[in-house]
Structure formats: structure tokens, C-alpha cells
């Protein structure tokens, strides 16, 4: 009978030793996941902020080599807009502005 204490005795502390350590591990496991996955986030927004800043920059680089097309279509596009004229008229080269040609 005393033998049979024992084994529940250490069966259960065996048992309430590695119910604790599991959880020990579990927690410490998720505080690491939820780092890792914390440094992903601030790696994508990083690169987020550099695919803005560059599509941004290269907009900038594109504009001024393109400016007499660019020019020509805000012409085109203003003349649409009032009713004025068509593209193919020759009036819309004739609407005042600081863009015209």
C-alpha cells in the first residue's frame, strides 16, 4: 500500500513538473513568434516606405524628360474637359494657360 502512495506521489509530480515546464516553453515560444513576426512587419513597412519613395522619385526623374508630351496631353485634357474642342479641332492649342505650346 505505501508503495503504491509513492508511485502517485512521484506520477503526479512528474505530471505537475511537465504540465509547468510546457507551459513555461509555450509562452516563451509565442513571445518569440510574436518578435520574429514583429521584425517581418517593420522589415515589409521598411520596404513599403522604399517602393513609395522610389516610385515617388522616379515619377520625379520621369516628369521633367517628358515635358513637352506631358505638356501637350494637360492641353488636350483641359480643352475635353470645357467642351471647347475636340483633339483633333486646333483649338486646343489655343487654350491660354501657362502649359500651352
Do not use: N
Request: aromatic share 4%; proline share 5%.
Amino acid at each position: 500500500m505505501d508503495l503504491l502512495l509513492i508511485f502517485i506521489a512521484l506520477a503526479a509530480g512528474i505530471v505537475t513538473i511537465g504540465y509547468s515546464s510546457y507551459q513555461g516553453y509555450e509562452q516563451r515560444h509565442r513571445v518569440e513568434v510574436e518578435r520574429q513576426l514583429s521584425a517581418i512587419a517593420d522589415l515589409k513597412v521598411g520596404e513599403l516606405v522604399q517602393v513609395a519613395q522610389g516610385a515617388v522619385g522616379g515619377w520625379l526623374r520621369i516628369l521633367p524628360e517628358r515635358g513637352p508630351l506631358l505638356r501637350g496631353a494637360t492641353i488636350l485634357g483641359k480643352a475635353e474637359r470645357c467642351g471647347c474642342a475636340t483633339p483633333a479641332s486646333g483649338l486646343a492649342r489655343q487654350i491660354p494657360g501657362p502649359l500651352s505650346v
